[in-house]
């Protein structure tokens, strides 16, 4: 399964990017999909992630900021991103969990808010 990231890039401080992601494998079933991103000198951290019902979850730093949505036919994840932060810089990373249990990463976008 292969998992690509587009949509990153460099914005101003207060701007705005749309992340998107896709899972190339239809023969799986997804159950979660989300972000994951990790600043230089940091751990990989929890952005958002969506269950295919519907559920999200978020980290505090981007709740109210950051909005995660999905298209299961499409096998594709969303991230909007606004109101950004020089400290939302970080490469971000889309990952899938299918219903057998196994997590699929992307390579990672790099997001960078200038200040």
Known sequence: VQVVETGGGLVQ???SLRLSCVAN???IRIVTMGWYRQAPGSQRVLVADIRRGG???YSDSVTGRFTISRDNA???VYLEMNSLKPEDTAVY???VVDDRGLEFWGKGTLVTVSS
Do not use: A
């Open 13 to 15: 401080f207060g701007g």
């Open 25 to 27: 494998d239809v023969t």
């Open 55 to 57: 559920t999200t979850r």
């Open 74 to 76: 499409k096998n594709t």
């Open 93 to 95: 990373y889309c990952y």
